[in-house]
């Protein structure tokens, strides 16, 4: 629960992603049609875009559940942030990447 598994598993997720964009590279066009080297080319961008997305939100949402909570101990207060709190900026962030790919 202290390592928040589930920004830890959106954090392989994206490298996952990152890692992906590979392999589209490795289509050539004496063994593939024209359509699909098109497709490998765009597809590329996609999976590391998305993918360092992915990653980098997740690294962000973790250090701002860890700056709340570290703010609000400086006032000698206890509080609860939620998976659901830190996950706006998360969701934000992909979606704006998303929009511009």
């Known amino acids: 629960r202290a390592s928040q598994p589930i920004f830890l598993g959106l954090i392989c997720l994206g490298s996952f992603l990152m890692a992906a964009g590979i392999y589209p ?19 590329t961008p996609w999976f590391i875009g998305c993918g360092f997305s992915v990653s980098f939100s997740s690294l962000l949402a973790k250090t701002i559940r860890i700056n709340r909570l570290f703010g609000a101990a400086t006032k000698f207060a206890r509080i609860t942030v939620t998976v659901k709190d830190v996950m706006k900026p998360f969701v934000a962030f992909t979606s704006v990447n998303v929009v511009l790919l």
Not at 27 to 40: L, V
């Open 25 to 43: 590279l490795n289509i050539d066009d004496e063994n593939f049609s024209i359509r699909g080297c098109n497709i490998a080319c765009m597809a």
